[in-house]
Structure formats: C-alpha cells, structure tokens
C-alpha cells in the first residue's frame, strides 16, 4: 500500500519527511514526493522511482510539511501521478492512500466548475474539493471534514495549505497514526515512518478529523472533540515495518480482509448485477470469444485454475490454464478467437511474459490481471486489470492470491454478463458472496488460536495432503504450495477423486489430510475420500461450511457460509496452518530457502 508521513514543529520538516519515506520504503512503491509548506504557498518535489532519486532541496528552513510513498491504483506511475497532489491554486496539497471510488464522477464535477486536472489519480479530486470549500471561507478542518462527506471509499488523507498551522488528517478504512514528539508532531501510515522520533502514537478512528499543529494533537468527531489514547510503541523499528507480527507473511495473510475491499472497490453493482473493470474490451469481440487460455505460474496458477471454472460456468466459455512455461508446447491455437489472460502478481515473471509473447506472435489479444501497475507485463499486454492488493513482502503469495482471484471472479461476472449467459440475479448473488469476502475472511483470522492448535498437534506429519474438488482443487493445490514453501515438508495437493488412483499408497497415520468441503467443491463427494484416507489411519482437519461432519473429521476449521466463495475463505485457514507448521519449526518464513519473490530467468 502507499505510505504516509507528515511534520509540523520546530524542526526542519525536510530531513524528517527524506527519512520518513525512506523509512516507508519496505511497503513497496514506486514513486514519491513531498511538500513543504511555508507562509505564502507550498513547495511540491516528487518523482516517479526510487525515493533515492527523488530530487529534493539541499535544506529548507519549512517546518511543516508531507511525504508520500505511491503504490500505483489509479494511473500509471509518472511524475504528474506522484503525490502529493495539489489544487489550481497550488495552495492546498494532499496525500492519500486507499481508493475514492467516486473520484471519476466528482471530477466531471470539478472539471464542469473550471478545475484543471494535471493526474490520472483519484487523489487529485480532493485538493481541488478542499479548495472550493476555503473559498467559500471554510477553515481548513471544516473544509476537509465536508469533503470527506461525499467521498466514497476507503482512504486515509493528511492536507495541508499555508494559513492553517499544522496538518488535518483523517481517514475511513485505512490505516492513521498520529505521533507526539518532543519537537513537533507527526501523521503516518505507519508507526516505522518516524519511529526515531517518537514512541508516543495515538491511533485515528473512522471518521476522526486530526487537527496536528505544532502546539499538540487535538480530534473531532461529527463536529465534537474526541479523546484518543496516546500509547507507547515498544517494539523495535524492524518489528514495527511488520506491524507487530513476527513476520511479513503473517502480517500480509491479516492483510487480507483490506486487501480484499480495496480490490472490489467501486468495481460491484448489486443492484444491476455487474462490474465495472475498466478494461474495455470490444463488445463484439467478448461475443465472438472462444476461449479462454490463462497463462501463469506457482500460486497465480492455482487463481488461474480457480478462475476457469468460473469462466466456463458464468461465460460459456472454453477455458484453459496452462502453466506458462509450458505454453511455448501448446499455445498459439485460434488465436483470433482466443484471450490469453496472463496472471502474474509481480508482472514481471519471465515464464508468463514468454507466454505473453508467444500469444501475442500468434496474434491474439491479451489482457494482464496483475499487482503492478507499470509492470512489463502491463507495457505488453493488450489491456491491464489490477488486483490492488498492496505490495507483498514475503516470497510466499498470500494476500495477492485472495486478490486475484476476488478480481478474476469479478472479470468471470464482466464476460458472463456481455455474453449475455449470465443473468443479473445470478451475478447479483456473486457479487454479493464477493462482497462478503473480507467480513468472512477475517472471522477465519480471527480463528487463529485454533490453528495454532492444529498445527502444533500435527506439524510432525511425515507429509501432507490437500484434497479437495471443484473450486476446491486449486485451493487444496494452494494449501500445498504454501505448506511445502516455508515449512519444508513434503506436501501435495489433489483431486479428492484421484486419490484412489495412486496416492492413497502413501497415506498413513503419519500423513495429515487437509480436505476442503465447502461450497463449489461437491463436499459429500469428497467425505466419501475421507473415508478412504481415515480408514488408512491419516488424521484428517476439514476447512468445512457443513452442517454434520463432526464425525469423520479429527480437527474441523469453519467455514463462514459465502456461496462460490467459501473455497478462497478456506483456503486462509491452509494459509494459517502453513504459517503456524512454519513457525514452530523455526523456518525463515519471509526468506524461504532456495527462492526468490520475483522469477525473472525462464
Ligand atoms: C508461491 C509464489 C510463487 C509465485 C510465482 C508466480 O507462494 O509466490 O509460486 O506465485 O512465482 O509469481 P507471479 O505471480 O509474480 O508471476
């Protein structure tokens, strides 16, 4: 996600924002900037790439000012889209994280009143809004709290404009945190931000406007002032950049329910049973359409697997996943007839992007369905669809597979619906079960501690199995990608059906089963392969949405009722219990051993 940071004291503001984005650096991003207030106006520098390429003054005697690090949403990631974003006067700028999901409509508005645009960013909207409000003589909190009002969407906002001593800060559905320091006092995304500065943090609530000026901290709510508890942060720096957890990767699996909203976001119309992507592919063309190839690699394979039952089912459509250094065998049939659609959180994964190429010699047309916005995979593709799950640290994908394939079922609903083979109940229920995702997913973390069971009582297994069918085959391929990752064990994932067909040869009681029976994977079908396993001795933990199973199960994680979606819900258990195996056995979880987060060789 993109990082904050502000200043305001007695203190220069420069070299305290320089190291804050630094600081902010570990989230990822790819452009930066800041802004230095002074009485007359405000001073903006910022860059597309590296924060050590960001120009900045040598000093400057400012001593209020905000820094921002961007993770590409809305908008490629160019100079003009870096933040932060100002008005037309140049005197009220802005940084925003998260997504404002009503920005295309209020800026036809602000473009109608005379407001000139200089970004393809959602952010830009609200420096402009706020600018009208100080006209009409608002003062600067009054001004931001109104502007929020008719913001739709998640966001955290800090704004500043010369004339206002300090910085107003807000957020709805993204992180907030102010810092009280000696010398002055601090916003950011993130405690990490200016950890050398001050332990002293009040967290920020929905809705709260922050008045922080250089004299201390004051919060309102709803026009009314609110108390906010200062606490003292006690971890160190590097356990702060992972928000308290112990590692990336389990910070990023709790990631998930944001993670979630932000991909959704302003892309789900319940109520006429559509989507709307942004990707604009020729209605005649979606017509014509007669199959599908999804070219990816590892845990974006096991989302492209997951998404081609969706496609066949809601499109009426061929559809083929093809592990993408295998596609150079069998790509490149009927092209003219064919989207190949490339799904790579990185975007930069040499085996995809060979397939990419392939299929864009062959002459069909390609779509990207990525993290990253820029990403080569991006420049070559026809059309991108963004799954905007943040930057992801640790080398084992877990929040971007949530997010892919939330963003795959939403493009499964786009081809149903311009096909016309999916009607507008049908994708209204969809939509609604994607809707429910992040709810249900944190109701599975906030199971946690029974996991944490699990795993201690089988995390001596000789090897693992994940069974599961339907939409629960890719998920039990998942389990097992994540479990061998960064535990080391042996793991491997199967058809439910195919276990009698030979791998029941190596089940013993030794030999955990995970089963996934939720809907979308025929689950009494697959306690039929629970049988078979039990009845060989292997203990047997079920990520279950049934009612009555107790029976056959030795340890049951439930599964919140979601429809289609209960799979992607289970799987955050597996994800859990991979973690919980990893951690007692003492793994690098983050770093695991012989692998890289982005595969550029083939
Ligand atoms: C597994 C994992 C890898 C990646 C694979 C493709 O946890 O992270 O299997 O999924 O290397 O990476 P992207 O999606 O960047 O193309």
Not at 231 to 242: I, L, N, P, S
Not at 245 to 270: C, F, N, W
Not at 377 to 395: F, M, N, W
Not at 530 to 543: F, I, L, Q, T
Request: one cysteine or more; glycine letters at 10%.
């Amino acid at each position: 996600m993109c990082g904050i940071i502000g200043y305001v004291g007695t203190d220069e503001a420069l070299p305290i924002l320089a190291d804050g984005l630094k600081n902010l650096e570990y989230r990822g991003y790819d452009s930066a900037g800041v802004a230095l207030v002074n009485r007359d106006g405000i001073e903006v520098h910022k860059q597309a790439g590296e924060i050590d390429d960001l120009v900045l003054p040598d000093s400057s005697p400012e001593t209020l000012g905000i820094g921002h690090t961007r993770w590409s949403t809305h908008g490629k990631p160019t100079d003009a889209n870096a933040h932060p974003h100002v008005d037309c006067t140049g005197d009220v700028a802005v940084v925003h994280n998260g997504i404002i999901e009503n920005y295309a409509d209020l800026k036809a508005e602000l473009r109608e009143d005379g407001h000139e645009f200089t970004s393809e960013t959602d952010t830009e909207v609200v420096p402009h809004m706020v600018e009208d409000e100080l006209a009409d003589g608002m003062s600067l909190p009054d001004a931001v709290a109104t502007v929020v009002s008719r913001l739709e969407g998640s966001f955290a906002l800090g704004v500043v404009a010369p004339g206002y001593d300090g910085i107003v800060a807000t957020r709805r559905g993204s992180p907030l945190v102010v810092g009280h320091g000696e010398s002055g006092n601090f916003i950011a995304s993130d405690v990490p931000a200016f950890i050398e500065h001050t332990r002293q943090v009040s967290y920020i609530e929905d809705g709260d406007i922050a008045h922080v000026t250089p004299a201390g901290v004051s919060v309102e709510q709803d026009g009314e002032p609110v108390d906010r508890d200062v606490e003292t942060v006690e971890w160190e720096a590097e356990a702060a950049e992972k928000g308290g957890y112990d590692h990336y990767m389990i910070k990023e699996i709790h990631e998930q329910p944001s993670a979630l909203r932000q991909a959704i976001s302003g892309r789900l119309d319940e109520l006429h049973g559509d989507v709307d992507l942004d990707i604009d592919l020729p209605a005649e063309y979606l017509q014509s359409l007669e199959e599908i190839q999804i070219v990816a690699c590892g845990t974006s394979y096991h989302a492209g697997l997951f998404a081609a039952r969706l496609f066949e089912e809601y499109a009426s459509v061929r559809a083929s996943v093809e592990i993408a250094s295998e596609y150079k065998f069998t790509g490149g049939r009927d092209p003219w007839r064919t989207l190949v659609v490339a799904v790579t959180q990185s975007g930069e994964t040499a085996d995809t992007l060979s397939a990419l190429r392939r299929a864009d010699q062959s002459g069909a047309r390609t779509l990207a369905v990525t993290n990253t916005v820029g990403s080569t995979v991006t420049r070559e593709a026809d059309h991108s669809l963004y799954i905007r799950a943040g930057p992801e640290i640790g080398v084992a994908a877990s929040k971007t597979f949530a997010s892919q394939v939330a963003t795959l079922t939403l493009l499964g609903v786009y081809l149903g619906r311009r096909r016309d083979t999916l009607g507008s109940s049908a994708a209204s229920e969809i939509l609604s079960n994607v809707r429910g995702l992040p709810g249900a997913v944190q109701q599975v973390l906030d199971d946690e501690d029974l996991v944490l069971e699990v795993a201690e009582e089988y995390a001596d297994g000789d090897a693992f199995f994940f069974i599961g069918r339907g939409l629960g085959y890719p998920v039990a391929l998942e389990g097992a990608l994540k479990l061998k990752e960064i535990s080391y064990d042996h793991a491997e994932g199967f058809a439910a059906g195919e276990l009698k067909h030979g791998p029941l040869a190596l089940v013993t009681p030794d030999t955990p089963t995970l089963a996934v029976l939720t809907d979308g994977t025929r689950p009494s079908e697959t306690l039929n392969n629970v049988k078979e396993v039990e009845s060989r001795g292997s203990p047997v933990v079920g990520c279950s949405s049934l009612e009555a199973d107790e029976d056959l199960l030795d340890a049951r994680f439930d599964v919140p009722e979601l429809g289609v979606m209960e799979p992607l819900v289970a799987n955050v258990y597996l994800q859990l219990f991979a973690y919980h195996v990893a951690n007692l056995k003492g793994r690098s979880i983050d770093k695991p051993r012989n692998l890289a987060k982005s595969v550029t060789v083939e």
